[in-house]
């Protein structure tokens, strides 16, 4: 069975128009980087479906990795990224990436980001994380690094004039013809709601260039480290219009996320890698290590190989446990509260007293490694549309992204597609069919929770073939259920997207029939030379998704 999605998200008709040079879909890092760079000569306008301070780069607590230790070189950050991808990154996307990370570190320094210091004052300090050979990760307020940044980015938009449009949902891209004859993206078609997410309008907005920069799809799954609103919308919305999304099988659960009890659904806390990077450990409920004898990195080890590695130990029920491990950072002491201030008050708000206390962790959906198939200067096969940051798939991350490698990568990109349009726009073009006029409908909100909790019930850490058979089926049934008497609005929207998502990744995940990175199977649990490729979802034109690139005999 296979779900069929709509071709796009039923809503009012359209009573608005807007034009401008560039529209950016996202207030995230990759979003607000490419609207700096794009403004001193163009116009722009921000999208975003909360408020500007609201992306997610804010949650980010790690840093931004870049070469700045003169003990270090491109050459090992290079090779730790593509051993940490596991054969699937593009490896000029990482040479390009690499090379621009200290420029992109040094940038936010000028725009005014106060990375925490070197105790010698000769620079940003620098510490280690999973997968890494060197310490290069750079970091603000211990575990705060993501607020600092889009706080900087934030008040550098403002000041260069970037138009914002709160509380604005980018329902479906709008399309025209150039005088080549090519499709090309001609702007997008917008929710306007009130804060409860309930619609007051729409309208569109006609554009030269449209960035997509809406992040990833950590909701798709019950447990996440995501905040609510990374509902997968721009893939979602680039899907409908019948783009290519790559890779999107490969989702990076973070292995040290906050267990807060069994019942815990939503955004739950993370406990930062760069935990790990200040020497804890893991350990299972019986008082033995997890990772020794793992990986030659051990409790440092990429974070495929340790969230898989805690799937294995919690399977095994270790001291009567089954639903998480232990991460020890007791030998920090109260210098813990310094360095991880926000990861203590997480702990303190959960009765764990990190300086004396183990904390109760496991792995939760982090990061999506594919996504819209696009180059590190943001294009995509559509003229005119950019995709940008967590929503793109340029081929650095490969299978597993390698730590702290993700804002860095959005500001590279942003930066590069802001550049890149500044100085050249695309043609004009008048875009067609302005309101919606395909198969259209919504899902319930209601049935949001049950998408989700099929994702992780069948689609998590471990992939099993019933599971993924059980969780088609499940997308089908919710599929069936779509409709056009639901009421517009922001959750529907939503619960729609997420839809789209879950049925194009279970479709990935059940072609790929080998263990690769963040994908693991247990009925193919090694990598297989023949899947050595990349897979490609496409949704066709009666709303199912297609995938391209299986290999012959698989």
Same mark, same amino acid.
């Given at each position: ?39 001193? +000569? =163009? ?45 699937? !990154? ?10 621009? @990370? ?33 310490? =290069? ?24 004039? +970037? ?25 997008? %078609? ?98 033995? %290590? ?57 702990? =303190? ?87 919606? &006029? ?34 088609? &089926? ?43 990175? !963040? ?22 034109? @009666? ?12």
């Amino acid at each position: 069975m296979t779900a069929v999605v709509p071709l796009q998200l039923a809503a009012p008709a359209i009573t608005w128009q807007r034009d401008v040079d560039v529209v950016v879909l996202g207030s995230g890092a990759a979003g607000l980087a490419a609207a700096i760079a794009v403004r001193p +000569v =163009r116009s722009v306008l921000i999208v975003t479906k909360d408020t500007l301070d609201a992306g997610s780069t804010a949650w980010a607590q790690g840093g931004l990795a870049g070469v700045l230790d003169p003990t270090d070189s491109l050459e090992n950050h290079v090779r730790d990224t593509l051993a940490a991808g596991a054969g699937l !990154c593009d490896e000029a996307a990482v040479r390009q990436l690499v090379a621009e @990370a200290p420029k992109a570190i040094r940038y936010l320094m000028r725009l005014g980001a106060a990375f925490d210091p070197e105790h010698d004052g000769t620079g940003p300090a620098l510490t280690m994380e999973g997968g890494h050979s060197h310490r =290069r990760i750079v970091h603000a307020g211990g575990d705060q690094s993501g607020a600092e940044v889009q706080r900087t980015l934030d008040e550098s938009a403002v000041a260069t004039g +970037v138009d914002v449009l709160d509380h604005a949902f980018a329902l479906d891209l709008l399309m025209g013809s150039n005088s080549s004859g090519q499709r090309q993206a001609a702007g997008v %078609r917008i929710a306007i709601t009130d804060e409860t997410g309930a619609v007051q309008s729409v309208g569109v907005v006609t554009a030269r260039a449209v960035v997509i920069a809406t992040g990833g799809y950590g909701q798709v799954f019950a447990a996440t480290s995501n905040p609510p609103a990374v509902t997968g919308d721009g893939l979602a919305l680039a899907l409908r219009a019948g783009l290519p999304a790559r890779d999107i099988e490969f989702v990076q659960f973070h292995p040290t996320v906050l267990w807060v009890g069994p019942d815990a659904t939503g955004q739950q806390a993370l406990i930062s890698e760069a935990v790990r990077g200040e020497g804890a450990t893991l350990y299972d409920a019986a008082g033995e %290590r997890v990772m020794v004898g793992v990986h030659p990195l051990e409790d440092l080890a990429p974070r495929d190989v340790v969230a898989n590695a805690i799937s294995e130990r919690m399977a095994t029920g270790a001291g009567g446990v089954d639903d998480h491990v232990f991460l020890d950072a007791t030998h920090l002491g109260v210098g813990f509260y310094e360095r991880f201030p926000s990861i203590t008050a997480s702990c =303190r708000a959960a009765g764990i007293d990190p300086a004396v206390d183990r904390i109760p962790v496991a792995p939760a959906a982090h990061y999506a490694c594919g996504g819209l198939r696009a180059d590190l200067d943001g294009c995509t096969e559509l003229a005119a549309l950019y995709a940008v940051g967590e929503v793109a798939c340029t081929g650095v991350h490969g299978a597993n992204r390698l730590a702290s490698n993700s804002v860095t990568e959005g500001i590279v990109a942003g930066t590069r597609v802001g550049r890149q349009l500044a100085w050249e726009l695309p043609e004009l073009v008048d875009p067609e069919h302005l309101d919606a &006029d395909g198969a259209s409908g919504l899902l319930p909100p209601e049935l949001r929770t049950q998408t989700r909790s099929t994702m992780s019930r069948n689609v998590g850490v471990m992939r099993r073939p019933e599971g993924l058979a059980a969780a088609a &089926d499940a997308l089908t049934l919710l599929a069936a259920a779509v409709t056009t008497e639901v009421a517009p609005h922001r959750r529907a929207f939503e619960a729609t997207n997420l839809l789209t998502v879950s049925a194009a990744m279970v479709a990935a995940a059940t072609a790929r029939t080998e263990s690769r990175g !963040c994908h693991r199977r247990s009925d193919f649990t090694e990598p297989r030379a023949i899947w050595l490729t990349h897979l490609t979802v496409r949704t066709d034109s @009666a709303g199912e998704p297609r995938v391209i690139g299986r290999p012959e005999g698989t």
